[in-house]
């Protein structure tokens, strides 16, 4: 039987609202590692930690879990763990046997103990451990020394009603909220670096997120579409199950192409693509959008075409990387494991539809006159017909 005990931090601190994030934190542990590995496991919530029990688990289904659970929003961290009894001296024996064949010179024990029953507290059992291990150590032929600050190796106990705990090791989660706590958004996904940084975003505040793709196929080479839909993979790695949707543009910029000045389509295809996300995200009851733009990273994200974009959807629009510049969301996109995809070439829609000096200070009233000449809601109908949904794991 292996187990683990597995920590968070911001969601304890939600008061009475900390059993319904817990559960769902549970909830979402659970259903991945049913997805991704076969082991049979039970997992309970006890004072303030998750506990996972495995059994008969290989060697690399523990690394498989390490990853896992590595990337679920709301683990601070957390640890494979031996079990001992309530009991100082099988403790003792427990951590002896983890580390008694690390190589160190400086060690420290440190224990959390919450239980407040147990017969020690904290700091004599750190005491009375520390010393069988040194007097261990010393039967060894060597000499230890114990350091609090900085130590070669630290033991941790943690000691709870039922049972204590032994490890030595922390591994890092990637904290944030469990995903589907704080609600459901609709991310505008390209082909490109940012979109999928600000889906990870969203993500990592507990927004279940699910995305929509346009495309301006058969027009344009079906690359592109490959590409979103791989990004889209990666990003399910977050939460239990994900959403694309495959929305066919390319008539409609056609149209618009031929009937609109050039220096504004873009924009106008911006409108669109908010206007016709926002119907979706009204009908699926998404109650956020999400976009990549940051303010004046490219010469169409000025706050002046930022405002026009805007006003075209009813939603709120959720910017998260709308103060960061180029450097820091390529960053994030290394960790993530987008940016390798996010950089491979391809087409964003038809360039041939789209205009090679974009307005970069456009006003509402001549966009919305433009519109205004626009036959476009047939055209959109028949477009949403065509929708594709493709779901990952
Ligand atoms: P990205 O790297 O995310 O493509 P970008 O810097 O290239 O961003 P734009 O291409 O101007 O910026 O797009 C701004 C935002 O509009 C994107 O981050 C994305 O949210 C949305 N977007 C752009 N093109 C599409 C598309 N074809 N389908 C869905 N959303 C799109
Ligand atoms: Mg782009």
């Given at each position: 039987m292996s187990f683990l005990i597995i920590r968070y931090s911001e969601i304890a601190l939600k008061g009475k609202n900390r059993h319904w994030f817990e559960k769902i934190l549970v909830e979402n542990i659970k259903k991945k590692l049913k997805e991704k590995i076969s082991v049979d496991f039970t997992i309970e919530r006890i004072s303030g930690r998750i506990f996972l029990s495995i059994t008969s688990l290989k060697n690399e289904?523990?690394?498989?879990?390490?990853?896992?659970l590595q990337n679920i929003f709301g683990i601070t961290n957390f640890s494979w763990v031996e079990k001992a009894s309530l009991d100082i001296e099988n403790i003792s024996y427990q951590?002896?046997?983890?580390?008694?064949?690390?190589?160190?010179?400086?060690?420290?024990?440190?224990?959390?103990?919450?239980?407040?029953?147990?017969?020690?507290?904290?700091?004599?059992?750190?005491?009375?451990?520390?010393?069988?291990?040194?007097?261990?150590?010393?039967?060894?032929?060597?000499?230890?020394?114990?350091?609090?600050?900085n130590p070669d190796l630290e033991c941790f106990i943690e000691i709870n009603d039922k049972n204590s705990f032994v490890y030595l090791q922390k591994i890092k989660g990637i904290k944030g909220l469990p995903v589907g706590s704080s609600g459901k958004a609709l991310a505008l996904l390209s082909g490109g670096i940012d979109s999928p940084v600000a889906s990870y975003y969203?993500?990592?505040?507990?927004?279940?997120?699910?995305?929509?793709?346009?495309?301006?196929?058969?027009?344009?080479?079906?690359?592109?579409?490959?590409?979103?839909?791989?990004?889209?993979?990666?990003?399910?790695k977050f939460q239990n199950q994900n959403k694309l949707f495959l929305f066919p543009l390319g008539k409609i910029q056609k149209y618009i192409a031929e009937n609109s000045p050039e220096k504004f389509?873009?924009?106008?295809?911006?409108?669109?693509?908010?206007?016709?996300?926002?119907?979706?995200?009204?009908?699926?009851?998404?109650?956020?959008?999400?976009?990549?733009?940051?303010?004046?990273?490219?010469?169409?994200?000025?706050?002046?075409?930022?405002?026009?974009t805007n006003q075209a959807s009813d939603l709120i629009m959720l910017r998260p990387l709308i103060g960061m510049d180029k450097e820091e969301i390529i960053k994030i996109a290394q960790k993530i494991g987008t940016y390798e995809i996010s950089i491979l070439p391809h087409?964003?829609?038809?360039?041939?539809?789209?205009?090679k000096h974009p307005a970069t200070k456009a006003h509402l009233k001549t966009i919305q006159n433009i519109e205004n000449k626009l036959n476009l809601q047939d055209l959109i109908q028949e477009s949403l017909d065509k929708v594709e949904i493709k779901t990952f794991n």
């Open positions: 289904e523990k690394e498989k879990i390490n990853q896992i951590c002896w046997k983890l580390i008694k064949r690390k190589r160190f010179n400086t060690f420290r024990i440190t224990t959390q103990r919450s239980n407040k029953k147990f017969f020690l507290t904290s700091e004599k059992i750190n005491q009375q451990v520390g010393a069988f291990i040194f007097q261990k150590i010393i039967e060894k032929g060597k000499k230890p020394q114990v350091r609090l600050k969203a993500l990592k505040r507990g927004v279940h997120t699910d995305y929509i793709h346009f495309h301006a196929l058969p027009y344009t080479k079906p690359d592109s579409i490959q590409k979103v839909i791989q990004l889209a993979k990666i990003l399910s389509r873009l924009l106008l295809y911006r409108r669109l693509m908010h206007r016709i996300t926002s119907q979706i995200a009204r009908e699926k009851k998404y109650l956020a959008l999400y976009t990549g733009e940051s303010v004046g990273q490219v010469a169409s994200q000025t706050l002046e075409n930022l405002a026009v087409e964003d829609l038809c360039s041939r539809f789209v205009p």
